[in-house]
């Protein structure tokens, strides 16, 4: 007997289950076609027969026109123009009290206008069919209805038009915008054009900052979270973490030296210092036009490639929390990164500091194994673009090899060189470090080649050589040799 009533248990609260479940799944469908305003199903109407007078191709004409049409205002005018409002006589109503009964006032037609033979006609049709066709519901219908008997006009879409009174305070706005303006930034330094963005530390984000607000003005009136990051959006040109840490030495003296000159009134000199500074600022955008055009170049010529190389900040291993670790000697961890304008491929010469140093040879080392692994066989033409860093880039070594790859191996036609004025080196190698999370946990090298090799996905990851820089050297020094 208990098993019996177990399975009768079962049976209903599946039953009940599936019940459920196809509801909410024709709710869901329900929802997806007054949004997407698709056509419903046949009105099998026997009086007017009204998918029988409009065709399928009709029919799906009608819908496109209808849900092409800009905004809901102009498709409650649209329909609104189909349907007829009739007045009709009071019936007499079947309960005893009248008083209680519920009287039809108005009655409505509906019609659609279809083409046939090049001819614009109206043929009328039943509510279910008018539903079926623009894909509506009857609760819109409804709506349209109550429009036409008060107003005699289509309604209007009165969504996001709320005249609400529950605004902010002036006295609780400007004490926001005072807390974010207390907060003391920096502006990059390496943008191209001039901006009034300003940069806060990377510890720094908007709930910080909002607690920060909270325990300042505990007495004040509360505001929420939402509204403080509006403001802060809206109000301000801000972002998190700076940009870079060093800057250009002859921009930090004219700020220095125009800040005096402002306090003196000495207008002579601060003009001709401006004058100066605007010309260094001229010469350092020719050098990123310069590398504009050398990317777009090599995106269209087979032939032509332009590369972008720099040195890693130092990395020192172990990379850990331990207090110890800021006593002991560390391991030092050094990364040269040789970066493709053209197709944004980019590798990394990732070596410790007991294999080799940061000297031009490193570098010629690193180029000779870029070019003749890395570089397409059809690439006649290259440019580079570096630092002046004197000990790396430019000096007496790097510009032998060039003269060296060109005329003695004859492996390219021409190779072009392009250093920037000094301070203004934001080359794509600094966007490829910046990815690059140094506050990772590390402790032995090659979790640092790991961690290069996941730190960009797209549109290429990095390419990660791991270089004996010794043995480089020597087989870069033999095949001089046998030159």
């Keep these: 007997m208990s098993d019996s009533n177990e399975e009768n248990n079962n049976s209903f609260v599946n039953k009940t289950k599936k019940r459920k479940k196809t509801g909410r799944m024709r709710e869901v469908m329900k929802k997806m076609r007054v949004a997407t305003h698709e056509p419903g199903n046949d009105c099998r109407c026997k009086r007017l027969k009204c998918f029988d007078r409009i065709s399928s191709k009709q029919r799906v004409k009608l819908l496109k ?13 649209y329909l609104c123009g189909l349907m007829n409002v009739c007045s009709i006589k009071r019936r007499r109503s079947r309960k005893i009290d009248e008083m209680d009964a519920n009287f039809h006032q108005t009655h409505f037609t509906y019609k659609v206008r279809v083409i046939e033979n090049d001819d614009t006609k109206e043929v009328p049709v039943c509510c279910k069919a008018f539903l079926s066709i623009f894909g509506i519901t009857k609760g819109k219908l409804e709506h349209l209805q109550k429009s036409l008997k008060i107003t005699g006009t289509a309604p209007s879409d009165k969504r996001g038009k709320s005249n609400s009174n529950k605004r902010l305070d002036i006295n609780i706005k400007n004490l926001i915008c005072n807390h974010i303006k207390s907060f003391k930034g920096r502006s990059s330094h390496y943008s191209l054009n001039d901006t009034i963005k300003e940069y806060l530390p990377e510890d720094l984000n908007i709930k910080k900052m909002y607690k920060l607000y909270l325990d300042a003005n505990e007495s004040q009136n509360h505001v929420c979270y939402e509204t403080y990051r509006t403001i802060f959006n809206t109000e301000f040109n801000i972002s998190f973490g700076y940009p870079r840490t060093d800057t250009c030495s002859t921009c930090d ?8 000159l402002r306090a003196e009134g000495n207008t002579v000199e601060l003009n001709r210092l401006s004058i100066l500074n605007n010309l260094h600022k001229k010469k350092s955008q020719t050098f990123y036009d310069r590398k504009k055009n050398a990317r777009m170049k090599s995106k269209r010529d087979v032939e032509f490639q332009a590369i972008a190389m720099d040195y890693q900040k130092n ?17 030092s961890m050094y990364s040269f990164n040789v970066h493709a304008l053209g197709d944004a491929s980019s590798y990394f010469y990732t070596y410790p500091e007991t294999c080799g140093r940061k000297g031009s040879d490193e570098v010629v080392s690193f180029l000779f194994h870029y070019l003749t692994n890395h570089l397409d066989s059809r690439i006649k033409h290259l440019e580079i673009y570096c630092d002046s860093a004197g000990g790396q880039n430019k000096n007496y070594t790097v510009i032998r090899f060039i003269h060296f790859v060109v005329h003695k191996m004859k492996l390219l036609d021409s190779i072009k060189i392009t250093y920037p004025v000094r301070g203004h080196s934001y080359l794509e190698c600094d966007k490829n470090m910046g990815l690059i999370n140094l506050k990772t946990h590390m402790e032995v090298p090659y979790q640092w080649y790991d961690l290069l090799r996941v730190s960009r996905q797209r549109p290429k990851p990095f390419e990660v050589i791991e270089v004996g820089i010794g043995e480089l050297i020597r087989k870069f020094s033999e095949f001089f040799q046998n030159q």
Excluded: C, H, W
Aim: charged share 25%; no cysteine.
């Design 253 to 260: 003296e004219f700020t220095i030296k125009a800040k005096a």
């Design 315 to 331: 990395v020192s291993l172990p990379n850990i929390t331990t207090n110890d670790v800021y006593y002991k000697r560390q391991l």
């Design 65 to 77: 026109d209808f849900n092409s049409m800009k905004g809901t205002d102009d498709q409650n005018l």
